[in-house]
């Protein structure tokens, strides 16, 4: 069983900074890649950003400039620093670990973390 939790999140003025990390546990053997999602209401659910175990990381273009995803490979977490907050990035962040376990490649999902912005 793989547990993925968020933490962080919470309640900004817009052009004001949040940061989120999420730790991942259990039966992962190797991380493939981590990635932080969001949520808006009445919207679908949209990446962000993504950092794969290679090193490379991707971001959305609405967020590029403005939010950067790091990991700490010892201690199976990824960040996520958000700067320059817009109330459109309010939404509920989650986060996701793809890697392999006994059962081959899975993904794992936190709770999610309400970020909002506002104006």
């Known amino acids: 069983q793989v547990e993925t939790v968020e933490s962080g999140g919470g309640s900004v003025q817009a052009g004001g900074s949040l940061s989120l990390s999420c730790s991942t546990s259990?039966?992962?053997?190797?991380?493939?890649?981590m990635a932080w999602y969001r949520q808006a209401p009445g919207k679908e659910r949209e990446l962000v950003a993504v950092?794969?175990?290679?090193?490379?990381?991707n971001y959305a273009d609405y967020v590029e400039g403005r939010f950067t995803i790091s990991r700490d490979n010892a201690l199976n977490t990824v960040y996520l620093q958000m700067n320059s907050l817009k109330p459109e990035d309010t939404a509920v962040y989650y986060c996701?670990?793809?890697?392999?376990?006994?059962?081959?490649?899975?993904?794992?999902w936190g709770q999610g973390t309400q970020v909002t912005v506002y104006s």
């Open positions: 950092t794969t175990s290679g090193g490379s990381t």
């Open positions: 996701n670990v793809r890697g392999y376990s006994g059962y081959g490649l899975i993904d794992s």
């Open positions: 259990g039966s992962i053997d190797r991380i493939v890649a």
